[in-house]
């Protein structure tokens, strides 16, 4: 069973950058198609960025296109999520999740069976 642990939150200041990481206490990423979400105060869960098992098949909101970019990095087990260009409107609470044994990727809840508990990012000045 996967235990997901997200790290790399913080609070930056717009137009700065952050780096998360999806990491697990046991098993391994290799066989799941792993995405971010992210949640805001008052807002439902909304899909960020995906990746598919072999890492060949990625998938973006319209939201953070360009500006995030995730990443499988299969020496660490880890799925990693680049924000770059961040705006207060990126303040949320951010998700690891896991679909295992789904090869590709898609930005919706149900695909994924594992969660982790979030890492909180702030945008603000």
């Known amino acids: 069973q996967l235990q997901l642990v997200e790290s790399g939150g913080g609070l930056v200041q717009p137009g700065g950058s952050l780096r998360l990481v999806c990491a697990t206490s046991?098993?391994?990423?290799?066989?799941?198609?792993v995405a971010w979400f992210r949640q805001a105060p008052g807002k439902g869960r909304e899909g960020v960025a995906c990746?598919?098992?072999?890492?060949?098949?990625?998938g973006y909101a319209d939201s953070v296109q360009g500006r995030f970019t995730i990443s499988r990095d299969y020496a660490k087990n880890t799925v990693d999520l680049q924000l770059n260009n961040l705006t207060p409107e990126d303040t949320a609470v951010y998700f690891c999740?896991?679909?295992?044994?789904?090869?590709?990727?898609?930005?919706?809840?149900?695909?994924?069976?594992?969660w982790g508990q979030g890492t909180q990012v702030t945008v603000s000045s």
């Open positions: 046991g098993g391994t990423l290799d066989y799941s198609a």
């Open positions: 999740a896991a679909g295992e044994f789904q090869h590709l990727c898609a930005l919706v809840t149900y695909r994924y069976n594992y």
């Open positions: 990746i598919s098992t072999t890492g060949g098949n990625t």
